[in-house]
C-alpha cells in the first residue's frame, strides 16, 4: 500500500525531548516550515520559553510536560493534541539519555532509568500514536511514527554498552510495528533514524562513571543535519535513515568485517569518548530534566555542517547519479589492471 503524507505545512508534529539537541533543532525547523507543535520535555519551565519563543515569531506551539518513560502519562500528550488541534499527523520519538562508562562500573538503578526513557519512552510513544493514527486517517493521508534510533542500533559501542542495548532495543521494536502496521493495513509510515555523533549536549546530560568528562567520537554532524533528515521523513514515507556518512561506513565496517571493527572500538573509541577535564557531576539527565535549551554541545573542535551522504539519500536522482558513478568508475579501474 502506497503511503501519503501532508506537507509538513499542513501537519501537526508531536516532539519528544523538545527542549534540547536534535530535539530542540527539529522543533525550531518545523515551526519554520509552518507545522503545527506539541512539545514534550520533562520540564516546564523550558517547554514554556520554547513555546513562547516559538509563537512570538509567528509559530503554533503547545507543551506537555510529561516523563515519557511513564506509561501512566503518555495519553495526555494525546489529548493535549486532540484539544488544541484535532489530532496529530506525526509523532517523533526524540527523547533519549545515555551512560558513559565501563558496564561492570554501573548502577543497576541507572541501566533502568536509561532504559525507561530510551527504550520505553520510544515503545510507549510509539503504541500512543500507532492507536490514534490508526483509527483517524480519513482525509486520504497517512501518518507518520519516527524513532530516533543510532548507529548504535547497528553497531555496539564500548562505555557506551546500555545506551547500545536500548538503541539495539528500539531498532527490533520499531521494525516489528512496522510489520504488524503493515500487515493490518493500517495507513503509518514507520522510520527509523540513525545519527552518528552528533554535536549537542547529549554528553553534557548523560550519566557518567568515568573519572573525565564524556565526549563522542569524531566526526561530529550538526544537529540541523539530524532535524532536516527527521523532517523529510515527514513527508517521504522511509523505512530507514543514516545521518551522518562517518557513521554509515562505520556500521558497514562492523557488517563486512564484525572482528577487525571490534578491535578498532575497544583500540580507539574507548579513548575517544573521554576528555582529559576531570568529571565533577554525575547522572545528570537520569534524574533531572535538561534546562538549558541549547542545540549545540558547549565546545566541539569540529563539527561537520553538511553531510554529503544525507543530501544524497534525500534526493534519489542525485543517490543513483553517485552509485552509477561508482559503479562505472570501479569498472574503469578493473579495465586498466594488467
Known sequence: MALHLKDLEHQTVIITGATTGIGLATARMAAD???????????????????????????????????????????RITQTAIDTF?????????????????????????????????????????????????????????????????????????????????????KGFTDALRMELEHAGAPISVTLIKPASIATPFPEHAGNVMDTEPTLPPPLYEPRIVARSILYCAEHPRRVMYVGGGGRFMTALGHCAPRMMDKIMSA?????????????????????????????????????????????????????????????????LAERRP
Open 33 to 75: 516550515r509552518g507545522a503545527r507543535l506539541v512539545l514534550v520535555a520533562r520540564d516546564e519551565n523550558a517547554l514554556r520559553e520554547l513555546c513562547d519563543e516559538i509563537n512570538l515569531t509567528g509559530g503554533e506551539a503547545v507543551h506537555v510536560a510529561v516523563d515519557i518513560g511513564d506509561k501512566a502519562q503518555v495519553h
Open 86 to 170: 484535532g489530532g496529530f499527523d506525526t509523532w517523533i520519538n526524540n527523547a533519549g539519555v545515555s551512560l558513559f562508562g565501563n558496564l561492570l562500573d554501573i548502577d543497576e538503578k541507572d541501566y533502568h532509568r536509561l532504559f525507561d526513557t530510551t527504550y520505553w519512552g520510544v515503545v510507549y510513544g510509539s503504541l500512543e500514536a500507532a492507536r490514534h493514527l490508526a483509527g483517524k486517517r480519513r482525509d486520504g493521508y497517512a501518518g507518520a511514527i519516527i524513532n530516533l534510533g543510532s548507529i548504535a542500533s547497528d553497531q555496539a559501542i564500548p562505555y557506551q554498552g546500555m545506551y547500545s542495548a536500548a538503541k539495539h532495543a528500539v
Open 268 to 332: 580507539k573509541i574507548i579513548k575517544q569518548q573521554q576528555t582529559e577535564k576531570p568529571e565533577h557531576r554525575r547522572h545528570f539527565a537520569l534524574q533531572e530534566a535538561a534546562t538549558d535549551r541549547r542545540e549545540r554541545v558547549r565546545y566541539a573542535s569540529h563539527v561537520s555542517k553538511t553531510s554529503l551522504y544525507n543530501n544524497a539519500s534525500m534526493h534519489p536522482l542525485l543517490t543513483t547519479t553517485v552509485l552509477a558513478s561508482t559503479l562505472i568508475g570501479a569498472v574503469v
